[in-house]
Every structure is written in C-alpha cells, then in structure tokens.
C-alpha cells in the first residue's frame, strides 16, 4: 500500500472522486443531499465539478459519514484531518482542527445587513477571508465599505482558499 501523499487533493480531484464514489454506488444527487447537510443539487454538483473545494467544505465530514469512508481514506484525499471514530467503526466524524477568525464588528454588520442578498457573506470561508484584511492595513470602516471589498473581490473572481 503507497504512502499518503504530502499534498490533499486539487478541488477538481476531490469533486471527481466524491462523483465517482457516488455513481459507483449508483446513487443520484438528490440521494446525496438527503443524507448529507449539503443543501442542494446545484452546490453539490458544484462540489463535484470542482467549481468549490470540497475537501474545504463544510460538508466534508458529511459526505465523509455518508460515504462511511474508512481512516486511511480521508487520510489520502485529505492529509492531516484528525478522524475520531465514535460509537462504531463505520461510522466517522471529521474534526476541523481551524479555528474561526474573529470578525471586525462592521464586517459582522456587513453579514447581517448583506447576507440576504449576497448569500457567499455567511459563509465562513468569505468571513474569515474578509476578516484577514482587517490585520493588512484594511480601511474598511463602515459595514457599507466591506461589502464594497467584498463586490470588488468578487468582480475579480477570488475565491477564499483557492490559488487565482
């Protein structure tokens, strides 16, 4: 059996192993979404076509409970996720070792004003990586300056957590 590699996959490897693993078991993706907290079939097809990081979801250790993926195969997609097996051996729990970013009080604005109607604002994933600028000599001092940050970010294609 080869070593686990050093790197966890690309987002594009992740999504087409979850596919392959949910077409060999002949299921569809509404089946997925029913047994996972994934929340619909348009972000899990998203998932699997690679446009987001699944190994960076937070639905990871869902589909990885869904699937029942053993140890040693989260550790290959995924090196260095701490895995606590809880009450059977089938049955997997991830635990994210990351820990939340504290958000300025108008970022924290910004979400709650905003987040309606631009939905990537709850994400914890946009949070902490709008919450990182405020430690780069960010000047966003209005809730209404962060989601001008936020749009211009978006307008540039950044994606939180993935090489652009």
């Known amino acids: ?13 992740a999504g ?14 509404q089946d997925v979404i029913e047994g996972t907290t994934i929340p619909n079939v348009q972000y899990l097809s998203a998932l699997e076509g690679g446009r987001y990081n699944i190994l960076n979801s937070e639905h990871f250790p869902s589909l990885v409970q869904f699937f029942r993926l053993p ?3 989260i550790e290959r997609i ?17 635990v994210e070792p ?5 958000l300025p009080d108008e970022l924290q604005q910004a979400v709650e004003m905003y987040s309606t109607r631009y939905p990537d604002l709850a994400k914890p994933e946009w949070q ?3 919450a990182s600028f405020k430690n780069r000599s960010m000047e966003a001092d209005t809730p209404e300056d962060w989601l001008d940050f936020y749009r211009n ?6 994606q939180p957590g993935q090489e652009n």
Request: charged residues 35%.
């Open 1 to 13: 059996m080869p070593d686990a590699p050093t790197q966890p996959m690309t987002r594009e490897e």
């Open 16 to 29: 087409a192993y979850f596919k392959q693993l949910r077409l060999s078991r002949k299921l569809r993706l």
């Open 71 to 73: 140890r040693e195969e």
């Open 78 to 94: 995924r090196p260095g996720t701490i895995v606590e097996i809880v009450a059977a051996p089938e049955v997997v729990i991830v």
């Open 98 to 102: 990351k820990q939340r970013r504290p």
């Open 128 to 130: 902490d990586y709008l």
């Open 153 to 158: 970010l978006v307008r540039f294609g950044v």
